[in-house]
């Protein structure tokens, strides 16, 4: 690897160029490399981007060009090595469920909107990006993008279920509504189009199977079509087949979002949700590829990358576009080095559609249904399904809200009430950090200290107590409530304080009222192995003046000693507990042990 400039000018511009980062990486084998997984990126996304649009409610073409433009974007100023952008299952079938509302799906008038949406969301990842809100997207559980996901891919059946089985089925029914017309109409299911999208899907599965590495969409496809055409010349007459019909061939055409106010107001509501999906996609897909590359990925890198690609997209006919876990993932498994090879795949699909776009004339809309089919079973993650079932009831509860909600509440609003209740449970499980009362094993050579059972007497006169969690304004109520349970105020109370990793000025108000209070009672307070962080705080806001520091403690058995020395009789004496060394009057020093 070639030594890299560390200078404050070197630095900035490999901020604002990423490919700084990289460049030294492009050799003569590598650009070989990049280039043939760019073109296995190229030919598959075909299929794909057809797909997607006709998820998204947009002309096929638009899939296409989705893949042009933002992939090539997205690579030169992301952090990632291996990440290809363009349309998604998921960002497809968010944007169908924001504008078909507003146009007929398919129309000049949704294009246009959905041009518009892909500047505004854009805009949104780009200004994200430079506010340096990468860390956001931790806070959104996978459990999330599951349930999503999940639901996505029974709503993408369902809106496919006219065309594989050619039952008239109004349009804008939702699942439930299609399913019961379905069930109830089974008589009017078109035998020509059942048997070209079973062909179709047959054909998928068996190749996926048997020949994983064969671009089986294509060929599905192309099974599905000849078995149209065949049917068609032998029956000599309507079979009820309808295809999709030529695509352009030329390059992705320049667009101009609408400005209008109107329009800017209508789409104003599902910007956040879609920009929130976008993003949690591309940098989920980002960092599940840098684990297998050994790559460091910078989020808000990646907010700004998919900001410029949509919004460069939308100048050039793109709708919505994030990172692809399929075309990353082939991406990697063809041998990519660099993004190079996602610069590739986006130039080469450019010349690839002019080859392709007249064989879309015998493309039959059941064969397109078929991979739709195919598209929806796999976004069905039934490992993580099962696992997240299997190992946490809380994140259970998320994925199966958020499923529940993607099939019968707008996706704008699933993706928000599931993004609100993982951050709900997350607020619910640090606002209520435990507290355990801790004693000696007398059965322990080392008498090393344990949770006791609730059955234990504990020492009437010094408690021990374990806070496992940081004490902010949000976790006080709980704290509270736990250590008055557990530790009268006349006691001398000693609290272990290794597991506190941040104190804000509540939780300071909180242990400097707490040991006002012990005293004031005929306790006192005793703070044990308190972290540099919060120490600094409580010493800065003079909270130490309150607790004393004398009362701060490196070990417990020190602070146990000082208690036992601050008695003023020998209130042991009667005690028959005799929990620790000291109250048999010895005084040997105890062993050190992990609270």
Same mark, same amino acid.
């Given at each position: ?355 392709? @776009?007249?064989?879309? %004339?015998? !493309? ?5 249904? #078929?991979? =739709? $089919?195919? /598209?929806?079973?796999? &976004? ?20 199966? @809200?958020?499923?529940? %909600?993607? !099939? ?5 609003? #699933?993706? =928000? $009430?599931? /993004?609100?209740?993982? &951050? ?172």
């Amino acid at each position: 690897m070639t030594n890299q400039p560390t200078s404050a000018p070197a630095l900035f511009l490999r901020a604002f160029l990423p490919p700084l980062n990289w460049w030294h990486l492009v050799t003569k084998k590598t650009v070989k490399l990049d280039f043939m997984a760019g073109l296995t990126g190229a030919i598959v996304v075909i299929p794909q981007g057809m797909a997607f649009a006709t998820i998204a409610g947009m002309p096929p073409i638009y899939g296409l060009y989705a893949g042009m433009i933002p992939a090539m974007i997205a690579a030169f100023f992301g952090s990632s090595w291996h990440l290809v952008s363009g349309p998604t299952t998921a960002a497809s079938i968010v944007l169908f469920s924001l504008l078909s509302p507003l146009a007929e799906p398919g129309s000049a008038a949704y294009v246009q909107l959905a041009i518009t949406m892909t500047l505004l969301v854009g805009l949104t990842e780009f200004a994200l990006g430079l506010m340096r809100m990468g860390v956001l997207v931790n806070f959104i559980s996978h459990s999330v993008v599951i349930g999503f996901t999940s639901g996505a891919a029974i709503l993408i059946a369902s809106n496919q279920v006219q065309n594989f089985f050619g039952v008239p089925i109004p349009k804008g029914s939702h699942f439930y509504e299609t399913l019961n017309i379905f069930f109830h109409h089974l008589d009017n299911i078109n035998p020509a189009m059942l048997t070209v999208s079973g062909t179709t899907l047959l054909s998928g599965l068996i190749i996926r199977r048997f020949w994983p590495r064969i671009p089986y969409m294509i060929i599905a496809l192309a099974l599905g079509s000849l078995t149209a055409l065949a049917i068609d010349f032998f029956l000599g007459k309507p079979s009820g087949i309808t295809y999709v019909g030529s695509l352009s061939g030329t390059l992705p055409p320049l667009s101009i979002p609408d400005f209008s106010l109107s329009t800017l107001r209508a789409l104003a509501p599902g910007v956040l949700a879609v920009t929130i999906l976008a993003l949690t996609e591309a940098i989920s897909i980002a960092r599940a590829m840098a684990l297998r590359s050994g790559q460091a990925i910078n989020a808000n890198q990646e907010f700004l990358s998919q900001g410029l690609s949509n919004m460069a997209g939308s100048f050039f006919s793109s709708y919505v576009a994030t990172g692809s876990f399929n075309r990353s993932g082939l991406n990697y498994d063809s041998g990519a080095k660099t993004p190079m090879a996602a610069f590739f795949s986006g130039m080469l699909l450019i010349g690839l559609v002019a080859l392709v @776009a007249p064989l879309a %004339a015998a !493309l039959p809309h059941a064969a397109m249904a #078929a991979v =739709l $089919f195919l /598209v929806a079973w796999g &976004l069905l993650d039934w490992h993580h399904i099962f696992h997240t079932i299997q190992t946490s009831h809380s994140e259970t509860i998320i994925m199966i @809200a958020t499923f529940l %909600a993607t !099939l019968f509440f707008n996706l704008e609003i #699933a993706i =928000l $009430f599931g /993004v609100m209740l993982s &951050l709900g449970i997350y607020l619910h499980r640090t606002s209520n950090p435990k507290v355990l009362a801790r004693i000696p094993d007398p059965n322990h050579p080392h008498r090393r200290f344990t949770t006791p059972e609730i059955t234990t007497p504990l020492c009437p006169i010094i408690r021990l107590l374990r806070i496992d969690g940081s004490l902010f304004f949000g976790a006080i109520p709980s704290v509270q409530e736990q250590i008055e349970t557990l530790a009268p105020p006349h006691t001398h109370l000693v609290i272990v304080a290794s597991g506190i990793n941040f104190i804000d000025l509540a939780g300071a108000d909180f242990l400097a009222n707490l040991a006002q209070k012990q005293r004031n009672a005929g306790g006192n307070l005793y703070v044990v192995r308190l972290k540099r962080g919060p120490e600094s705080l409580l010493e800065k806001g003079h909270y130490l003046d309150i607790i004393g520091k004398e009362n701060l403690f490196r070990s417990k058995e020190a602070a146990i000693q000082a208690a036992f020395a601050r008695l003023d009789d020998n209130p042991c004496a009667q005690c028959t507990i005799n929990m620790f060394l000291e109250c048999h009057g010895q005084n040997k020093e105890i062993q050190t042990n992990a609270a």
